[in-house]
């Protein structure tokens, strides 16, 4: 197809009516709701999140109103302890992450003129884990099993059944849910932002809010693992009695402080950045300019994502650690003001420099950011150690992690829900009701907590049901309180703004006039995402590319059409986003739902301790994920290559590092080695909190010959899947199978030979934390096998079944990756439990 | 751009090589932690004249140097016209080298930030 063919009005209405018909969603009461378009999931995602946001707040609410006056007796101190551990998780895993994911699964394709997300049905997949374990934990409060432990739920407190009960579970296994569709949005998020931009798209292109995600996904990779890590450890003390952080069996409470706080400080920019980078995309919109300094926005979101992982210790500053080491993160946390600072100028400097136009999304994002800077200047007082001991656990951490999460997170999305409600529904909100809840929420927000400076310095602690009269902090609070209904009738006039928004007219289209791709959609929604895919010659193409938009809609770049009656989207390279293949996306399909049913049935059953029942489910969860992956992923294509205008063809099929697929299981094995490096952190954390580790009497496992014999089978075990990947490229088909059968066979030896070593010394995890570490190590480790063995299986049927040949091999490829990372696996378990000993 | 030029000027830029200055400071950071704890745990006492750390923060500072240094010589490359936002090889080189160089001020600051503490305390209390 030449550029000359879209002239012709017939041939473009006949190719919209083709996008039309391959992207048209599913209909019907039930069906509907298997659609993967991310316009749709993105939405449904959305508006969970923003419900749970609201009850989270209603939450919150009623802790503000028994704290009004002194002695109350609204709620009693076991509804409280449910309130605010409540509050603060679903808050956290309920709204923030989970919102910034939504708000990219919508925005991500637009702003990078793709049709989709690489991997539609994941995105499916990872709302409806979230939606089920979401109404799990949030749930709870209403049978009084809510989680009570605070929102960071230390041991022992929390470990020991006599002291806490099912709420503890209930928020260990259901946000271990959440954060399983975390992890999973964070892949999809990362493939789309490298793989998926328009041609000519190259890196110093990228729209900022691509950037900021790309890093926010990048860093929830190595944030939520050690938590995932810590859950597992946590639910091991609890449900079998593995005394990891039992300090009288060699366990250590801080051992969970640690792992918990990894995850919990990045955690605060993983919610902060993603909201700060929505300004990145309005501040130049209403500054009328490009953003100043685009490398030092680069600068700011890498730059706060390394640092932020040098942070987590500021957490623990009242534990005891040699103050050495509190030092190093006191420092660390002094540096990261640098990179934020950077940013919030680099934003002053173009609304500087522009002609600024004043609307209701900017009086958000300005209001927000002078809450955020008193929020950021709290907290370099609280990371000098010696201030941080006087306000530890006061209300001045309470007002400054809620002017940092106000001003960081939720005002930024008020910004953005105003900024981009056009682009999602085709109308926009009302100015005025905009500008009154601003107005509320802001000076709702600085009523409710920067009287909380001033209680907890004059000694209020946080988490207490009530205080007496005496302290004289009755004036403080009830400040704090008719702040929190003032900020909550702010939140309450932006529904009622949003609740009308039906009735409004439509508004034009691009109604701010930005110069990013985004703008291009329709206020009559198509679903199709983009006409054509663009070729990108600027950072603000709709300003600065002539005729842009028109081109684009008359189909004149690239992939304007659906021949083959297929969903499809273009495939770039890295770095410099040139085009590289076409790729089939995910269809409507019920699939993901019911894998994340079963998978749900897995985390709900075992906190239950219904643990029959609970495997079962995982049996389904992994049956399912089979027949998905078998019918929706490699397909072999019917042809080669599809030309997509401009007399440019590509490959309809990719494996190996170029491929989506392939980029995929690389970084969801990064995230699992990362996990794995929480427990064995676990096990040297142990060595060095006890003069001798492991304890003499129990040094004899789990032995040497059983480690090193799983080592050996491990290893021999990828290299013959490395040899199978070989020798399949070379055409020896059967003889890769071959390698494939032995393979497997030595993965499955390999989980008997790790498992044997632990029992065959008949060591007894319920008795010390020596040998729960070393048992939960060689689970993990025969676990990989086991799931080493099903992919070297899957691989082998692949090829049987002729849905795998030498050209089309992205199966093994993909299974290859995996397997690097089993065998570094194998290697530091079995030298960790097998050699470790025998040098201490 | 040409394969011609210094050595620096030929080194492949990508996003690999955009973190390593702060991956240095987190590989200085996180050795610093661990041999504090460790010492201070298994010892029971800090190292007096720690030398090793001495070593460590200057190859640290060397290292975020010398990727600075490349990063510098690599954004002055010339090429397209300013403002340098075009979509051309060399402006995306340029908008990398010049990320990588941001990065290697923080991290060298960064480093410094880590150092300090070992001036100032000597002690495991």
Known sequence: ???????????????????????????????????????????????????????????????????????????????????????????????????????????????????????????????????????????????????????????????????????????????????????????????GVLKCRPPGMRLNLMPLYAWYILVVAVMILFAFPPLIAGDILFEMERLLDWPFFDARRGGDPLLWQHLFWIFGHPEVYIIFLPSIALFAMLVPTFANRHLLGYPWIVLAAVGTAFLSFGLWVHHMFTTGLPKISLAFFSAASEAVAIPTGVQIFVFIATLWAGRVTWSTPLLYATGSLAIFVIGGLTGVMVAVAPFDWQAHDSYFVVAHLHYVLIGGTLMPLFAGLYYYWPLVTGKKLSDRLGRIAFWMLFVGANLTFFPMHLSGLMGMPRRVFTYPAELGLGGLNMASTLGAWLFAAGVAVICVDLSLSPRRVRAVRNPWNAGTLEWLAHPEDEDWGIRSVPLIESRYPIWDQTDFVRKVDEGRFFLPDAEEGRRETIVTSVLDARPLAVIRLGTPSIKPMLTAVALGGVFILTTYHLYWAALVSGVATLAMALWWLWTGTAEIPEKPCKPIGHGLELPLYLSGPSAPGWWAMFITMMADATAFSGLIFGYFFFWTRHADFPPVALADGPGMAWPMLALFLGIASWLLTLGAREVHARKHVDMARLCLLVALLLSLAGIGAGLAGPWTHGMDPQAHSYPAIVWTLAIWAAAHAGVAAIMQGYALARSLAGRMDPVHDADLRNVTVYMHFYALTAIVTYATIGLFPQVT | MSERGKWHERLKVTLWTLIIPPAIWAGHFLASYLWAAISCAKAGRFASFPLLFVIGTVLALLMIGLSGWIAWAQARLPGNPPPHEDSTRIDRLRFLAKSTLLLAGLSFVGVLFTALPVIFLRDCR
């Not at chain 1, 378009?37 to 109103?65: C, D, E, S």
């Not at chain 1, 992450?97 to 939504?102: L, S």
């Not at chain 1, 006599?162 to 998020?189: K, P, Q, R, T």
């Open chain 1, 1 to 191: 197809m030449s550029l000359h063919d879209q002239d012709d009005p017939a041939l473009r209405a006949a190719q919209e009516e083709r996008l039309r018909a391959v992207w048209a969603p599913p209909r019907g009461i039930f069906l509907r709701w298997t659609d993967c378009n991310n316009n749709r999931v993105g939405v449904w995602y959305v508006l969970t999140a923003f419900g749970f946001m609201l009850f989270a707040g209603v939450l919150a609410l009623i802790m503000r109103t028994q704290l009004a006056v002194p002695d109350n007796d609204l709620v009693g101190p076991g509804t409280f302890n449910q309130l605010f551990t409540l509050h603060g998780s679903m808050m956290m895993f309920l709204f923030a992450v989970p919102m910034f994911e939504a708000v990219s699964i919508i925005l991500l394709p637009q702003l990078l003129g793709a049709r989709d997300l690489p991997f539609p049905r994941l995105s499916a997949f990872g709302y409806w884990s979230f939606l089920i374990g979401g109404l799990f934990v949030g749930g709870s409060i209403f049978f009084n099993a809510a989680p009570d432990g605070g929102w960071f739920m230390y041991p022992p407190l929390t470990t020991r059944t006599d002291l806490s009960g099912l709420g503890a579970d209930i928020w260990m296994l259901g946000l271990s849910f959440i954060e399983v569709s975390s992890v999973a949005a964070a892949v999809e998020l990362i493939v």
